[in-house]
């Protein structure tokens, strides 16, 4: 149990030093953090991400995080970039140098390639008086507060503060561009969050595929269409395409009569089915569908049928 207790003391430690890192990092924001965000904003080109160790490593995060919204951004590694890497930066490109000490050797090729063709350099460090602090045409600075490591050696809390500080420049910019859903699936289209952020009309059925007759039909050609589109229900419409109501497999079992099928399709549908927009994010509609307890919805422009989506599209999808 004294095992147990003493982990547990040391995790608390670790997270309030973590913690009082970032509060450190949001009583020392000013106006250099809007001045690297314009730089990045107005670049023609990329945002270049470098660091070494650990710093390289968290510079790798920030720059795919910058990437998946809306920053074209990629990390060069600055060993590489004395060897050839270096011909990857333009004039038109930012350049975020990541460094705690802000006296990194490695970085040294790099801002001097910076300073020599006019690329902007973005300095992240501790120390604005170290080489990096000077070189950089924008500061922004970390905390200077120490390490979570008892031994004050381990890169923590100042490779926290660091992660932290790239999200404010990702999400920033996000917001400064009105970076939306749709912006966020196309760079995103693989996997659960590609399927979560997927919309009706990429999975609705359109066209031919929708089934609809008119407010004249009887029930014999609605048990024709709902057969051949195989979606379960069929839309009634009237003579300016307006969708009345719809009939569903529950509609017919609850009608079933000998006289079922020389009735018209009006006297049996179902007026006002719940619908849905076609820039309705898919698991919306899926939730909808839960909620109501049935299985499909027309997709509607003007009051007017555009396609249909089942419960089973968004299941095939992966969007549960």
């Given at each position: 149990?004294?095992?147990?207790h003493?982990d547990?003391?040391?995790?608390r430690?670790?997270i309030e030093?973590e913690i009082?890192?970032?509060k ?19 670049i023609?080109?990329?945002?270049i991400?470098t ?8 510079g790798?995060k ?6 998946s ?6 990390f060069v590694?600055p060993g590489?970039?004395?060897?050839g890497?270096l011909g990857?930066?333009?004039k038109?490109?930012a350049?975020?140098?990541?460094s705690n ?7 040294s090729?790099i801002?001097?390639y ?12 501790k ?7 000077k070189?950089?045409d924008?500061?922004l600075?970390l905390p ?5 490591c008892p031994?004050g050696?381990a890169?923590t ?5 660091t992660?932290?500080l790239?999200d404010?420049?990702?999400i920033?910019?996000?917001?400064r561009k ?11 289209p693989?996997g659960?969050l590609?399927?979560f952020?997927q ?5 609705m ?10 407010d004249?039909?009887d029930?014999q050609?609605?048990l024709?269409?709902m ?6 229900c069929?839309g009634?419409?009237d ?11 529950g ?11 020389t009735?018209k399709a009006?006297d ?21 569908m839960?909620e109501?307890?049935?299985?499909q919805?027309?997709?509607m422009?003007?009051n ?8 089973h599209?968004c ?6």
């Amino acid at each position: 149990m004294t095992e147990i207790h003493d982990d547990i003391q040391s995790a608390r430690r670790t997270i309030e030093k973590e913690i009082d890192a970032l509060k450190v990092l949001e009583s020392e924001l000013n106006g250099d953090l809007s001045k690297a965000l314009d730089i990045m904003q107005n670049i023609k080109g990329r945002v270049i991400i470098t660091g070494m160790g650990k710093s390289g490593h968290i510079g790798s995060k920030i720059a795919a995080t910058l990437a998946s919204t809306g920053t074209p951004s990629f990390f060069v590694h600055p060993g590489e970039a004395s060897h050839g890497d270096l011909g990857m930066l333009t004039k038109d490109d930012a350049v975020i140098a990541i460094s705690n000490s802000g006296e990194t050797k490695e970085l040294s090729d790099i801002i001097i390639y910076c300073k020599r063709y006019g690329i902007p350099l973005i300095a992240m460090t501790k120390n604005p008086a170290s080489a990096l602090g000077k070189a950089g045409d924008v500061l922004l600075k970390l905390p200077d507060n120490g390490e979570a490591c008892p031994l004050g050696l381990a890169p923590t809390s100042s490779t926290t503060a660091t992660v932290v500080l790239g999200d404010i420049l990702a999400i920033a910019l996000l917001e400064r561009k009105g970076f939306s859903k749709t912006d966020f699936r196309q760079r995103h289209p693989g996997g659960k969050l590609g399927a979560f952020l997927q919309k009706v009309a990429d999975l609705m059925h359109k066209g031919d595929e929708i089934p609809l007759i008119s407010d004249t039909a009887d029930m014999q050609e609605a048990l024709l269409v709902m057969t051949s589109k195989m979606l379960g229900c069929v839309g009634i419409t009237d003579s300016q395409g307006h969708l009345k109501g719809m009939i569903t497999d529950g509609d017919l079992r609850r009608c079933m009569s000998n006289n079922m099928f020389t009735r018209k399709a009006v006297d049996v549908m179902t007026k006002n089915p719940k619908t849905i927009g076609a820039d309705v994010l898919a698991v919306e509609a899926l939730a909808l569908m839960n909620e109501k307890h049935i299985t499909q919805l027309f997709v509607m422009n003007d009051n007017r049928p555009v396609g249909i989506i089942h419960l089973h599209d968004c299941l095939r999808a992966g969007v549960a």
